[in-house]
Each structure stands twice: as structure tokens, then as C-alpha cells.
């Protein structure tokens, strides 16, 4: 008899307890972004603090590949790996709109080929900031990422470089 008043009363405990971690867990997502640091790219971003906004990080893998007619008979085909890397910091009052802030690096390996040789490898990296607004909703769902991006490396500046995300957050 005694078991079964304490299973009802033993599930219920776990249920709040699981409940409670769950509320407890730092904010991540998943989005595909196009333009910004990684050109087109599937990225994850989470938070370093169990909470929805603060310092976090986002690594990602992108790329695309584009072939063209060299109007003679031959095509040269062109294919880019990108790899974002960075820290960003959320401000906002709400827990579902932010200011977002943020610095990192983005790795570029790009291959092109034509029909009869290989003109070789490109492999470098740029810098990258981010000034942008991130809506999120507070419980998981549907997030929108707007920013400029200005891009620097050696030699260049691209002040107003600017993407788009579109992605869920969990």
C-alpha cells in the first residue's frame, strides 16, 4: 500500500525536477545563415551561462561551389569551405529581443578547376564583427538573426558586409 502513494508522489518530484533543469539549461540554436561570416552556412550558437542572453559562441561549416562556362568548350568549376568561428554577447531586457555583439574568425579554403588542370588552393582566413538584432522566444522556436558584418584580413576592410539567419532555437 505504501508504494503506491509514493510512486504517484515520486514521479511528480522528477517531473519538477527535470522541469526545473530544463528552464536551467543555456540558451542554444541552430540556423542557416546567408552572407555574414560564413557566406552561406549551417551554424549552432549557444550560451556560456544558463541564460538567454550574456557571452556565448558560434562555430559553423559552409560553402558553396559554382561552375562556369569559359565560353570555348570548357567549364571551370569553383567550390568554397567556410568555417565561422566566434564569441558574441546578447543584450536585451525581454528574453526574446537582443542587441548582439560579437568578434571571431572565419577559415576559407577554395578550390578551382577547369576542364584540363588544376589552378589550385586558396586557403586563409578573415576577421569578423557583428552588430545585428536576434529575436529568440524565451522557450524554444522559430529565431531571426539581422546583422552588418564588416570583414578584415590583410590588406582589406569591408565595412558594410551584412547577413541574414534564419534557424530554431532549443
Do not use: C, W
Given at each position: ?34 552572407g555574414g561570416p560564413g557566406l552561406a552556412s549551417v551554424n549552432y550558437d549557444m550560451r556560456f551561462q544558463k541564460t538567454e542572453g550574456g557571452l556565448g559562441f558560434r562555430a559553423g561549416i559552409g560553402g558553396f561551389a559554382v561552375r562556369y562556362d ?101
Open positions: 500500500m505504501l508504494r503506491k502513494s509514493v510512486l504517484p508522489m515520486f514521479a511528480f518530484v522528477l517531473t519538477l525536477l527535470t522541469s526545473t533543469v530544463n528552464a536551467q539549461e543555456a540558451a542554444k540554436s541552430v540556423y542557416f545563415e546567408l569559359n565560353y570555348n568548350g570548357t567549364y571551370d568549376r569553383t567550390s568554397i569551405l567556410t568555417v565561422p568561428l566566434g564569441l558574441n554577447y546578447l543584450l536585451g531586457k525581454d528574453d526574446r529581443h537582443f542587441f548582439e555583439l560579437g568578434a571571431g574568425v572565419t577559415y576559407v579554403n577554395s578550390k578551382k578547376r577547369s576542364d584540363f588542370y588544376d589552378n589550385g588552393n586558396f586557403n586563409n582566413s578573415f576577421g569578423h564583427l557583428t552588430f545585428g538584432y536576434r529575436m529568440q522566444p524565451k522557450n524554444g522556436g522559430f529565431t531571426f538573426r539581422a546583422a552588418i558584418n564588416p570583414v578584415f584580413g590583410k590588406g582589406f576592410f569591408i565595412p558594410y558586409y551584412a547577413g541574414v539567419s534564419f534557424g530554431y532555437k532549443f
